[in-house]
C-alpha cells in the first residue's frame, strides 16, 4: 500500500475513490489528521493531510511520529510526501517540481525518532530518499528537476537573508520546514519516502519583495494539477515489490 502526505485536494487525484476515512491511535498521540483509504487503479493508496484538514498545525507542532506509525499500523510500506519550499538554486523558477536527493537538517525541537532508548537504533541516512521511488516518478516528467538538497528549517517563521545565503554556501537547493524528521522517521520504520518539492517562492534575500504565504498559497494551487497528474501516473510505474534498500534499514543498525 502507497501513502501520500500532502495538504488538502490531494483525494481529488484523477481515478482516486475514497473507500474509508480511519482514525488511528498511535503510542506518541494523534497524527494530524484521519486517514483517507482508497485506490488509484489497482493500487490501494492512504492520504494524510500533514498540517490537519482544516490547515491549524504549523511544521514545528506536526506530530511526525505519530503520522508515520499511522501509515505503517495501516500497512503503508512506501510513503510520497508532497511539500511546498522556496527555491535557493539560481536555475529553480516558481512552479518546478525537484525530486530532493539529499537533506540538510536545521530542525531544533522535534522528537526525531521512534526509538529514544532502551534500544539504540542508528539507521543508515545517506541517501535519505527510496531510489526505486525516484526513478518511477522521474521516468514519466522529463520537465522534473532530478536531485536537489533540501534544507529543513525549524519554522514557523520565514529564514533571513543571512540564512539563506549561509544555507546556500553549505550546497543546499530548496528550504522547507517539514522534511525533517518525517523523512528519517520513515526510514527507521522500514518504509520507502519521496518527496515531490513544489518551488512555490524565491527564498528570503532571492526573492526582491516580503515574502506571504499568499505567494506560497497561490503557487501551490497552480502545480496541484500537475503533482495529480503525476502521482496518478508515477503510482502505476512502482514496482508491486520491493527492490530498494528502505526495507531493510533495521539491520545492523542496533547496538
Ligand atoms: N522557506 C521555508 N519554508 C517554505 C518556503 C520558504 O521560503 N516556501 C515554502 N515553504
Redo the contacts with the bound molecule.
Keep these: 500500500m502507497i501513502g501520500v502526505i500532502g495538504g488538502s485536494g490531494l483525494y481529488e487525484i484523477p481515478g482516486f475513490s475514497i473507500i474509508d476515512k480511519i482514525k488511528i491511535e498511535t503510542p506518541y498521540g494523534d497524527p494530524s489528521d484521519v486517514f483517507i483509504m482508497g485506490s488509484i487503479g489497482e493500487r490501494k493508496v492512504v492520504f494524510l493531510s500533514r498540517h490537519g484538514q482544516h490547515h491549524d498545525i504549523p511544521?514545528h507542532r506536526v506530530n511526525y511520529r505519530a503520522n508515520v506509525w499511522g501509515f505503517r499500523t495501516l500497512g503503508v510500506k512506501r510513503i510520497i510526501a508532497v511539500?511546498?519550499?522556496?527555491?535557493i538554486n539560481d536555475r529553480y523558477r516558481p512552479g518546478d517540481i525537484v525530486l530532493p536527493d539529499q537533506i540538510i537538517d536545521f530542525t531544533k525541537t522535534r522528537a526525531q525518532s521512534f526509538y529514544d532508548g532502551p534500544r539504540v537504533v542508528h539507521i543508515d541516512f545517506t541517501e535519505p530518499y527510496c531510489k526505486e521511488m525516484r526513478e518511477a516518478f522521474l521516468s514519466i516528467d522529463e520537465q522534473i528537476i532530478n536531485g536537489g538538497t533540501y534544507v529543513c528549517?525549524e519554522?514557523p517563521r520565514?529564514?533571513t537573508a543571512g540564512e539563506?545565503r549561509f544555507y546556500k554556501s553549505i550546497g543546499a537547493d530548496m528550504?522547507?520546514?517539514?522534511q525533517m524528521p518525517e523523512a528519517a522517521l520513515a526510514r527507521e520504520a522500514t518504509l520507502c519516502y519521496l518527496c515531490i518539492a513544489v518551488?512555490?517562492?524565491?527564498?528570503?534575500g532571492i526573492?526582491r519583495t516580503k515574502?506571504t504565504t499568499t505567494e506560497?498559497v497561490e503557487t501551490m494551487k497552480k502545480s496541484t494539477e500537475r503533482v495529480k497528474q503525476l502521482l496518478s501516473s508515477a503510482i502505476d510505474l512502482i514496482p508491486s515489490e520491493r527492490h530498494c534498500i528502505c526495507k531493510d534499514s533495521l539491520k545492523d543498525a542496533e547496538l
Design positions: 511544521p511539500n511546498a519550499v522556496g527555491g528549517t519554522g520565514l529564514e539563506i528550504v522547507g520546514m517539514t518551488i512555490t517562492n524565491y527564498a528570503a526573492s515574502l506560497v
